[in-house]
């Protein structure tokens, strides 16, 4: 079974840049399409990205376009999620997710991690 754990949140001013980070462990992340979803308080967990197994497509809420990027290193295990230009609207607790099989989507996912605070300040 996958285990994930992010890294990487914080407190950050708005305008500026976190990088989030998480690790996998009890299998192989190349086999898993990933995700990023995020919660803010008071409200339904959202979609934020998703990455293919090789890395090679993306997708992205619309939100997040042209601000977030996801990446991952599968020597590595890992899945990244760089945030530029925050909003205090992009706080939220974020979650990585991983999923069996080859599609990206935007709900199904088998296995997801503890999650990390992210609060961007106005």
């Known amino acids: 079974q996958v285990q994930l754990t992010e890294s990487g949140g914080g407190l950050v001013q708005a305008g500026g840049s976190l990088r989030l980070s998480c690790a996998a462990s009890?299998?192989?992340?190349?086999?898993?399409?990933m995700g990023w979803f995020r919660q803010a308080s008071g409200k339904e967990r959202e979609f934020v990205a998703a990455s293919s197994r090789s890395g090679t497509s993306t997708y992205y809420t619309d939100s997040v376009k042209g601000r977030f990027t996801i990446s991952r290193d599968n020597a590595k295990n890992t899945v990244y999620l760089q945030m530029n230009s925050l909003k205090p609207e992009d706080t939220a607790v974020y979650y990585c997710?991983?999923?069996?099989?080859?599609?990206?989507?935007?709900?199904?996912?088998?296995?997801w991690g503890q999650g990390t605070q992210v609060t961007v300040s106005s």
């Open positions: 009890g299998g192989t992340s190349s086999n898993y399409v």
């Open positions: 997710a991983a999923r069996l099989g080859v599609r990206i989507d935007l709900t199904e996912y088998n296995y």
